[in-house]
Nanobody, 118 residues
């Protein structure tokens, strides 16, 4: 099972980016899918998560600016990021809790860098 993230880049403050993460390989089903981020010198933090029932949760600092969505048919999770701020600069990692070979586990993408300039 692999998670492939894309969509990072350099953007000015106030701009937008959309991150995408697709799961591939042999797995039965997914539960939660979401995004973490890690800024230089800081711990990794949960940014947004969406459960299999489409419930969502966001870290307070991105509420109202970021939107997470899923395309279950494509096993893809998206993160639309609007009104970006310099403090959103980080490496963003997608993850999925999925069932592969009969076992549930967390799988991670390789990370995509988001840089927001002031």
């Amino acid at each position: 099972v692999q998670l492939q993230a894309s969509g990072g880049g350099l953007v000015q403050a106030g701009g937008s980016l959309r991150l995408s993460c697709a799961a591939s390989g042999r797995f039965i089903s997914t539960r939660a899918m979401g995004w973490y981020r890690q800024a230089p010198g800081k711990q990794r933090e949960l940014v947004a998560v969406m459960g299999s029932g489409d419930s969502t949760d966001y870290v307070d600092s991105v509420k109202g600016r970021f939107t997470i969505s899923r395309d279950n048919a494509k096993s893809t999770v998206l993160l639309q990021m609007n009104s970006l701020k310099p403090e959103d600069t980080a490496v963003y990692y997608c993850y999925a809790n999925l069932n592969a070979r009969g076992y549930w586990g967390n799988y991670w993408g390789q990370g995509t860098l988001v840089t927001v300039s002031s």
